[in-house]
């Protein structure tokens, strides 16, 4: 059975940093690309935040880049997102997502563009 089961999030103070795991099974996971998408309240759609591909390449959203970082262990079979310096507009549910990696080239699948879903995990910074 496919799973992408997630972990981490929570809450933060503005400036503190998270992090939000994506296990995998049931899937070959260097054959995926991994990413991660978000939710904001009152957003009607997810956002794209970065990927990583198996071959080693990593995307990420223009308004995440330098603040957060996406890593890949083919070991566990996870991805996990490092978010720093956060931001209050940083709260959202955060999803992990994967797509078969020759579906994509040179860039971040696109929400519609990947086949599985993991289950969404809060992450909310307030002071």
């Known amino acids: 059975q496919l799973r992408l089961v997630q972990s981490g999030g929570g809450t933060a103070q503005p400036g503190e940093s998270l992090t939000v795991s994506c296990t995998t099974s049931g899937l070959t996971f260097d054959e995926y690309i991994i990413g991660w998408f978000r939710q904001a309240p009152g957003s009607q759609r997810e956002e794209e935040v970065a990927c990583t591909f198996p071959g080693g390449e990593i995307y990420y959203s223009a308004s995440m880049k330098g603040r957060f970082v996406i890593s890949r262990d083919n070991t566990k079979k996870t991805v996990t997102l490092q978010m720093n310096s956060l931001e209050n507009e940083d709260t959202a549910v955060y999803y992990c997502?994967?797509?078969?990696?020759?579906?994509?080239?040179?860039?971040?699948?696109?929400?519609?563009?990947?086949?599985?879903w993991g289950r969404g995990t809060q992450v909310t910074v307030s002071a």
């Open positions: 997502a994967a797509v078969d990696r020759w579906r994509v080239v040179g860039r971040c699948p696109g929400r519609d563009e990947n086949d599985y």
